[in-house]
């Protein structure tokens, strides 16, 4: 009987050694996931971000500026901004945004 016991505890003990071998990548282990994450960062993260910035400096054209309409609901200034003039937000652009009486340039 305790031969019996006791190779079952070895055969236990011998599969969960496995078993935690095998979820080491899963449990945080550093058994060379790594090299994959290496091979992904250069073969698809980076490409991707070429192609993306290639995109966006191929298709760039010149959008004709929407007419004014005065809004009464649209550039509330309700106090002033604390920068500059208190009226252009801090990523103002003049070319493309609107202050409450129109855009600042004509083009």
Same mark, same amino acid.
Request: proline share 6%; glycine share 8%.
């Given at each position: ?8 505890? *070895? ?15 899963t449990? +945080? &282990?550093? +058994? ?27 298709s ?9 309409? /005065?809004?009464?609901? *649209? ?8 920068w &500059?003039?208190?009226?252009?937000s801090?990523?103002?652009? /003049? ?6 009486? +129109?855009?600042?340039?004509e083009?």
């Amino acid at each position: 009987m305790a031969y019996v016991l006791s190779r079952a505890t *070895l055969q236990y003990l011998a599969k969960s050694s496995t078993r935690n071998a095998t979820h080491a990548a899963t449990a +945080g &282990g550093h +058994g060379g996931g790594y090299k994959l994450w290496k091979k992904l960062s250069f073969l698809v993260a980076f490409p991707a971000i070429a192609l993306g910035m290639a995109n966006a400096y191929l298709s760039h054209e010149h959008h004709e500026r929407p007419e004014f309409v /005065p809004y009464e609901y *649209l550039r509330l200034r309700t106090k002033r901004f604390p920068w &500059g003039d208190g009226q252009k937000s801090l990523f103002h652009n /003049p070319h493309v945004n609107a202050l409450p009486t +129109g855009y600042e340039e004509e083009h």
